[in-house]
């Protein structure tokens, strides 16, 4: 039987913005109900050769390839900090098949502290593609399913619920810029220009008729506030943890 | 580590119109020369943090190295964390330290000159660009040199881009399967917006000990330590 999701508090940190041990340093006016692990794949990734952070008005491009040791080093580095931690962990996944993604799940099923599974769906994926990454992710804990705001009206999402979905998350939207030496570089686009769209976001994916937890663009508490009145079931916060 | 409010006190043009700054050091703030500070502005909406490196260690002050985000003025208010990272370890037994700026200004290296002068080390400084007000002992050498200060120095401390970390030890005239010949460290300037808070990973450097992060692992490296 599924556990359900759930969240003594709205807030909580967006995967990349804490590394793999619960936030021990936490500057926000209330307290986080959650906290959500780097992404984690199956093997160890390395670094993208191009990776770099880039500053616009507003915000920043940051490009790193979603580097991680692997599931197995993770574990036995962090495990004990997952289950010490009073903070509920949300573990975000991501893989290349969803063969992989079912053989995450099963391993970190039974770890204590784990409370639920983000699952980050990449751009690539979409209708019944992204749909059995998402059943392979199904299991005994909650699931949300990660993706860009900009696909936030796609109508595969409306089959969400049935996979047995418990949220939606919105991050930032990709994008690019030119580097120091001039080439451009692809990522992801974090800050508070990206404020607008969320809300337009978040409208969008209330249609899909489950709880919508938005992770990107808020820098201020207000913010945040004005999100959750709008219906957004969970703010998650990126870069403005690491001010 | 140290969080703490700070005043900007001045901002400070440096040679070639490079701005640095001055603040007042907090309690307890144990500056060293290559660990940094992660700062963001109060009054300005900023994405990320800026890091911050000495150029200058007082006992009650610090001259902080260019460049400054242009939108800081005198007065600013700064919430600061640090200092982060490692930073130059100068061995008790060095008689002679060569500094290098390579294809960057000196001014994050020169933190270094005060226990090197106190230690009445030999001093040489290449660099593309000279500081003004630096002292007499220090000799000012060209890039071109550098090649000579493997085999003058016993230590050597280096600020390197980390795109030119590539070129670094045919820049200092040494084979890739050859030793150095004196025990150096470089400080890698790479992005450090997580300030270790996060292992984002786009600082990533690589060692012969594997993956390693700048922000938090450096951003000074023994130099035989980089797979390079």
């Given at each position: 039987m599924r556990l359900d999701l759930d969240l003594s508090t709205p807030w909580m940190n967006a995967a990349?913005?804490?590394?793999?041990?619960?936030?021990?340093?936490w500057l926000w006016p209330e307290p986080a109900g959650a906290w959500v692990t780097n992404p984690l794949s199956l093997s160890p990734r390395s670094p993208a050769e191009n990776r770099n952070v880039i500053s616009f008005p507003g915000g920043a491009l940051l490009h790193s390839g979603l580097p991680n040791p692997g599931l197995s080093a993770v574990l036995r580095r962090n495990a004990a900090a997952w289950a010490r931690s009073p903070l509920p962990a949300w573990v975000h996944i991501f893989g290349r098949t969803p063969e992989e993604i079912h053989q995450i799940v099963l391993r970190l099923?039974?770890?204590?502290?784990?409370a639920a599974f983000e699952l980050g769906i990449s751009e690539e994926l979409a209708g019944k593609d992204a749909l059995a990454w998402v059943e392979a992710a199904s299991g005994e804990l909650p699931l949300v399913v990660n993706l860009?705001?900009?696909?936030?009206?796609?109508?595969?999402?409306?089959d969400l619920s049935r996979l047995g979905a418990s949220a939606i998350c919105l991050r930032g939207p990709r994008g690019a810029l030119a580097g120091a030496d001039g080439r451009l570089v692809s990522g992801r686009l974090y800050g508070q220009a990206l404020l607008p769209q969320v809300f337009a976001a978040l409208r969008q994916a209330q249609r899909h008729h489950l709880p919508v937890i938005v992770g990107a663009g808020v820098y201020k508490f207000e913010d945040g506030k004005m999100l959750l009145n709008a219906g957004a079931w969970g703010i998650q916060l990126d870069m403005v943890l690491w001010l | 580590m140290v969080e703490a409010l700070v005043e900007l006190l001045e901002l400070r043009l440096e040679g070639e119109g490079l701005v640095g700054g001055r603040i007042i050091a907090p309690p307890r703030l144990a500056m060293k020369p290559g660990l940094y500070l992660l700062a963001h502005c109060l009054s300005i909406a900023e994405t990320l943090p800026t890091p911050l490196f000495p150029s200058m260690i007082n006992d009650d002050e610090i001259l902080l190295a260019p460049?400054?985000?242009?939108a800081w003025l005198p007065g600013a208010e700064l919430s600061i964390r640090g200092p982060l990272g490692k930073g130059f370890h100068l061995p008790a037994t060095t008689r002679r330290i060569a500094l290098a700026a390579l294809d960057t200004h000196p001014y994050r290296i020169l933190p270094l000159l005060a226990p090197a002068l106190a230690a009445g080390l030999e001093i040489a400084l290449f660099t593309p660009l000279i500081p003004p007000?630096?002292?007499?002992e220090v000799e000012v050498l060209s890039?071109?040199?550098?090649?000579?200060a493997p085999a003058w120095a016993d230590y050597m401390a280096l600020d390197v881009p980390w795109a030119v970390l590539p070129q670094l030890r045919s820049r200092l005239g040494?084979?890739?399967?050859?030793?150095?010949g004196c025990q150096a460290e470089a400080l890698v300037m790479a992005p450090m917006p997580c300030g270790g808070l996060?292992?984002?990973?786009?600082c990533a450097l690589k060692t012969r000990q594997g993956w390693k992060f700048t922000c938090k692992d450096g951003p000074v490296f023994d130099i035989e330590s980089l797979d390079i």
């Open positions: 990349g913005a804490a590394g793999f041990t619960p936030p021990e340093r099923e039974g770890v204590e502290g784990v860009s705001m900009e696909r936030a009206a796609e109508d595969w999402l409306d | 460049p400054l985000p242009a007000g630096l002292p007499p890039l071109n040199s550098l090649p000579d040494v084979a890739h399967d050859r030793p150095l996060a292992d984002c990973g786009v």
